[in-house]
């Protein structure tokens, strides 16, 4: 008699980048992936994604873990930093580069934008493959001599290695909006990975993008389901690809909406969102708001962007 399937150990993840306080859509996100982890009995890990070193600061990384905290945020096991993943991050460049998928791009922001050949994807202008016929030896020369360079996938070459791809996404819960939800209806999405160009998996300031480091990291992590903003449903395409070239698993993924304030626009640092540590000076109560942000009570002037 064929027994029946253990049930799957739910692994959640919170990974902020240490740029700054986090706002009230952190502590909302944070809150709904640690709920769907705990509803199952599952795990919530946390990752600092910290390899920005232009942006990423100690103070802050101190920061997100006092917010945290203070708003009842418990994650399990020892807390993950990219920083110390450098080598992995190194190693499945390598592994690509060897697949001949990889080139070196030397242009800069400026000549991408001065492109009358850029094409579009579903974020704006492509990168229109100046530099992917250029010469292996002329390649060669440049980065001896300290040019500057990324490196972008080949994505023709890479998306007809893979062949036809989907993930998995699970659909939030609109008519709960809010933490304590169950694992919602499966639909499987065609991954488009031609629709975002040659992305860039190595930047000229940082040794990993987030398309590299995140998925290396999330596999190396076990996460078995990845809830994020609506911002990164586009990018589960170039995921799902990287997952296939590197013969990773493929989580399940869940995409909450957004929130925005006052002015309809998203909350980031960089325009002085509302900070928890904001909320947390004026005297708020850190239950009362984690009660809030789960029924679906925002702060005044934030709301939901679909709403």
Not at 63 to 78: A, K, M, S, T
Not at 101 to 114: E, G, S, V
């Amino acid at each position: 008699m064929t027994q029946p399937a253990a049930p799957q150990h739910i692994v959640t993840r919170f990974a902020p980048s240490p740029t700054g306080r986090l706002h009230v859509g952190h502590g909302w996100s944070a809150l709904l992936a640690m709920d769907m982890a705990r509803a199952a009995g599952g795990t919530l890990r946390l990752r600092i994604e910290d390899i920005d070193g232009t942006r990423s600061r100690p103070e802050h990384v101190a920061g997100i873990i006092e917010d945290l905290r203070w708003l009842g945020v418990e994650w399990d096991g020892e807390i993950a930093f990219q920083s110390q993943r450098l080598d992995s991050y190194d190693a499945a460049l390598d592994r690509l580069r060897a697949m001949g998928l990889l080139y070196p791009c030397f242009c800069t922001r400026a000549d991408i934008q001065a492109s009358l050949t850029a094409p579009h994807g579903p974020e704006g202008a492509l990168y229109p493959g100046t530099c992917r016929g250029l010469d292996a030896a002329e390649s060669a020369r440049r980065i001896a001599v300290g040019d500057a360079h990324a490196w972008r996938i080949d994505m023709a070459q890479a998306a007809e290695r893979v062949g036809e791809l989907r993930w998995a996404s699970l659909s939030f819960p609109e008519e709960k909006q809010g933490a304590s939800t169950g694992l919602a209806r499966t639909e499987s999405v065609q991954a488009d990975p031609l629709a975002h160009g040659d992305v860039v998996l190595a930047r000229k300031d940082a040794p990993a993008s987030y398309h590299l480091s995140c998925t290396l990291d999330d596999a190396a992590m076990g996460v078995t389901h990845v809830l994020r903003g609506d911002d990164l449903r586009g990018a589960t395409d170039i995921h799902r690809l990287i997952q296939a070239l590197l013969d990773l698993p493929s989580p399940a993924y869940v995409h909450h909406p957004l929130l925005v304030g006052p002015d309809g626009r998203r909350l980031a640092k960089r325009d002085g969102s509302i900070a928890l540590a904001d909320l947390r000076a004026r005297g708020v109560a850190p239950d009362v708001l984690a009660a809030d942000l789960r029924a679906g009570r925002f702060p005044i002037g934030i709301r939901l962007a679909r709403a």
